[in-house]
């Protein structure tokens, strides 16, 4: 940086102004989402709240590191702005009309048996109880983060919204009235960020697919992004969420055997360089969930123009399903 984009900096900051993203970075994409958190009180337990009784994670918490680890892995492009928090004393109804009461929910836990069947919640039930499709179609919010329990029955993502597609999970039906696409998070309260950023990078991977769709051979760049070296041996690039570079099976973010791999290419797409370095689990946080998917999202392009007709910007697609084609 020059003494002049120094200086311009300094002065900025000393009226209040944001930073002025460099020209070729692209303006940081603000989403405004809503907080919904299931979080029953159990009076058997003086009425403290489940995640108190179980000792389980602070969702207010989740939720402010991983928009912050989004925001770090993108460089900024992410800007995810909680607008509004609901709280819910109950569990998210199923499919069939059943919820649970606390004394069940902890009898279940303790067994590890006894949950009920069908799982999955309802999500229509939940789209209309919150009014999302009028939030959305009034701009007031862009996505839904909701929080619960195990066995609460959320999909890790779910669409909305005209032209829905598959996002780790088939749409949620009848929500045309939104007048745009929106995806609603499900995330547990009894795991950490690392998981959410799963979650996160598997939409990354269902939004990517139907971008390059059309796409074949070398003119997929989503496909060779995605290389790891079992199924391109001697040609890995970043893998994807469950395959480093290195790994042999799923999950196996911990591997400690070097390949060679062209990752670091990806930091200055599309100007590939023909960087090739032995990588092993060592790039990535020797095993660590939460440091995979950042290292792994990091490398997600973020550059202006396009290539073949699709945007550089990666991550564009990834936060807007509405600019998935």
């Given at each position: 940086?020059?003494?002049?984009?120094?200086?311009?900096?300094?002065?900025?900051?000393?009226?209040?102004?944001?930073?002025?993203?460099?020209?070729?970075?692209?303006?940081?994409?603000?989403?405004?989402?809503?907080?919904?958190?299931?979080?029953?009180?159990?009076?058997?337990?003086?009425?403290?709240?489940?995640?108190?009784?179980?000792?389980?994670?602070?969702?207010?918490?989740?939720?402010?590191?991983?928009?912050?680890?989004?925001?770090?892995?993108?460089?900024?492009?992410?800007?995810?702005?909680?607008?509004?928090?609901?709280?819910?004393?109950?569990?998210?109804?199923?499919?069939?009309?059943?919820?649970?009461?606390?004394?069940?929910?902890?009898?279940?836990?303790?067994n590890g048996d006894g949950w009920h069947k069908p799982d999955l919640a309802d999500y229509p039930r939940i789209v209309a109880d919150f009014n999302l499709l009028d939030r959305v179609a009034a701009g007031e919010i862009d996505e839904v983060?909701?929080?619960?329990?195990?066995?609460?029955?959320?999909?890790?993502?779910?669409?909305?919204?005209?032209?829905?597609?598959?996002?780790?999970?088939?749409?949620?039906?009848?929500?045309?009235?939104?007048?745009?696409?929106?995806?609603?998070?499900?995330?547990?309260?009894?795991?950490?960020?690392?998981?959410?950023?799963?979650?996160?990078?598997?939409?990354?991977?269902?939004?990517?697919?139907?971008?390059?769709?059309?796409?074949?051979?070398?003119?997929?760049?989503?496909?060779?992004?995605?290389?790891?070296?079992?199924?391109?041996?001697?040609?890995?690039?970043?893998?994807?969420?469950?395959?480093?570079?290195?790994?042999?099976?799923?999950?196996?973010?911990?591997?400690?055997?070097?390949?060679?791999?062209?990752?670091?290419?990806?930091?200055?797409?599309?100007?590939?360089?023909?960087?090739?370095?032995?990588?092993?689990?060592?790039?990535?946080?020797?095993?660590?969930?939460?440091?995979?998917?950042?290292?792994?999202?990091?490398?997600?392009?973020?550059?202006?123009?396009?290539?073949?007709?699709?945007?550089?910007?990666?991550?564009?697609?990834?936060?807007?399903?509405?600019?998935?084609?």
């Amino acid at each position: 940086m020059s003494w002049w984009d120094s200086f311009v900096k300094w002065l900025r900051s000393l009226v209040g102004l944001p930073p002025v993203s460099p020209p070729d970075q692209p303006e940081p994409m603000h989403r405004r989402v809503l907080l919904l958190i299931f979080n029953p009180t159990v009076p058997s337990q003086g009425g403290r709240k489940l995640t108190e009784v179980q000792n389980w994670s602070d969702p207010d918490r989740l939720a402010h590191d991983y928009a912050s680890d989004l925001r770090d892995a993108s460089g900024g492009v992410a800007d995810f702005q909680i607008v509004d928090r609901i709280e819910v004393d109950g569990w998210p109804v199923k499919i069939d009309g059943f919820g649970y009461n606390p004394d069940q929910f902890l009898r279940c836990w303790s067994n590890g048996d006894g949950w009920h069947k069908p799982d999955l919640a309802d999500y229509p039930r939940i789209v209309a109880d919150f009014n999302l499709l009028d939030r959305v179609a009034a701009g007031e919010i862009d996505e839904v983060w909701m929080f619960s329990s195990p066995s609460a029955g959320f999909w890790e993502s779910s669409m909305a919204g005209p032209g829905a597609f598959w996002c780790n999970s088939e749409p949620v039906p009848n929500t045309g009235a939104a007048g745009r696409r929106f995806v609603i998070m499900g995330f547990n309260f009894e795991r950490g960020v690392g998981e959410m950023l799963e979650d996160f990078s598997h939409r990354v991977e269902a939004h990517l697919e139907r971008v390059w769709r059309y796409e074949s051979g070398g003119q997929n760049l989503w496909k060779l992004f995605t290389r790891y070296d079992k199924i391109t041996p001697g040609q890995a690039n970043c893998g994807n969420v469950h395959y480093a570079p290195n790994s042999v099976r799923d999950y196996d973010w911990g591997n400690p055997r070097y390949v060679p791999s062209n990752c670091d290419d990806w930091l200055t797409f599309p100007d590939f360089k023909g960087v090739v370095k032995q990588v092993n689990s060592t790039e990535w946080g020797g095993g660590d969930t939460r440091a995979h998917h950042q290292w792994w999202l990091r490398h997600l392009p973020r550059a202006a123009g396009d290539t073949n007709g699709i945007s550089n910007n990666w991550w564009a697609f990834a936060i807007d399903p509405n600019t998935v084609p």
